[in-house]
C-alpha cells in the first residue's frame, strides 16, 4: 500500500470512530424523508404531521421577505384560500455536521395562495437539527428565481 492510501485508510478509520462518516449517508436520507413528511404536511393540510417536523423555534423567510413562526404556519396551513397541489424539487444537496444539517434546492411550487394561481419556482435553503434523534426543520429561506 502507498503511503497515500495509508493515510487515507488511517483518516477513514479515525472518522468513522468518530462517528462522522458512517452517519452521514443515513443522515442524509433521513433527512430527505423528513423533507418530503414536510412537503407532504404542506399538500395534506395535515396540521398533526406539519407540527412534529417544524422546531418549536421554526421561522421561515419568505421569498417575498415575510417572516412567519411555526404558529404562523399552522395558521396558514388552515387558511382556505391556501393549497399546495405539488412541490417538484430538483438540485438538492445536503451537508450534515454531526447533529445539524442544510438543505440546498430548487423548488417548483403549484397551487393556491391567498386565493390566487401559484406556479412558482424558488432556490431554498433549510438548516436542520437533530434533536432527541428526530430531525427537525429550524429554519428557511427562499428566494424567487426569475429564470428557472
Not at 452521514?24 to 412534529?52: G, R
Amino acid at each position: 500500500m502507498t503511503v497515500k492510501l495509508k493515510l487515507l485508510a488511517i483518516i477513514l478509520a479515525l472518522l468513522q470512530s468518530w462517528g462522522i462518516a458512517a452517519q452521514e449517508p443515513a443522515a442524509e436520507q433521513q433527512i430527505q424523508e423528513a423533507s418530503k413528511v414536510y412537503e407532504q404536511a404542506l399538500t395534506q393540510k395535515n396540521e398533526p404531521l406539519l407540527k412534529s417536523i417544524l422546531a418549536d423555534n421554526f421561522v421561515l423567510t419568505t421569498a417575498s421577505g415575510k417572516v412567519l413562526t411555526k404558529k404562523d404556519m399552522m395558521l396558514n396551513l388552515t387558511k382556505e384560500g391556501t393549497k399546495y397541489d405539488k412541490f417538484e424539487s430538483s438540485d438538492v444537496r445536503i451537508n450534515v455536521l454531526n447533529e445539524v444539517a442544510i438543505e440546498t434546492g430548487k423548488v417548483h411550487t403549484v397551487g393556491i395562495r391567498g386565493g390566487k394561481k401559484i406556479a412558482e419556482t424558488t432556490r431554498y435553503t433549510d438548516f436542520w437539527v437533530k434533536v432527541q434523534g428526530k430531525w427537525l426543520l429550524l429554519a428557511e429561506h427562499s428566494s424567487f428565481i426569475s429564470n428557472p
